[in-house]
């Protein structure tokens, strides 16, 4: 017969890439959210990247060392409609923030009742 048969040559197989990509930093921060969930310390963190560390009322400007000053703001008074866009957070210094509400609600806030 003329049979004629082709091996090919087996490539040696690479090792399977383990998701190179993330970084050791990305990594602990997928963690941190997955432990913190929809915690305050999240979308904080976030509407200050997405407003910038100024206060929306004065102006006062902050930085990362005085930046717990900084307080968010539900436009809407309802601490949780927190749409990843920002567009319910205000931020404002804590004098403002207590100024917003001087109703004693920013004290419970703040208080963490
Ligand atoms: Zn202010
Ligand atoms: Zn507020």
Redesign the pocket.
Known sequence: MGQTRSFKPRKPTKPVKVDNNKSAGDIVKELKGLQQGNSNNNYREQSLKIHGLICAKCGREFDVKNKNLLTV??KDGNHDNNPPNGSNWEN?CAYC?DD??SRGI?GD?LKGK
């Open positions: 703001h539900h404002l923030h917003e509400h920013l806030y």
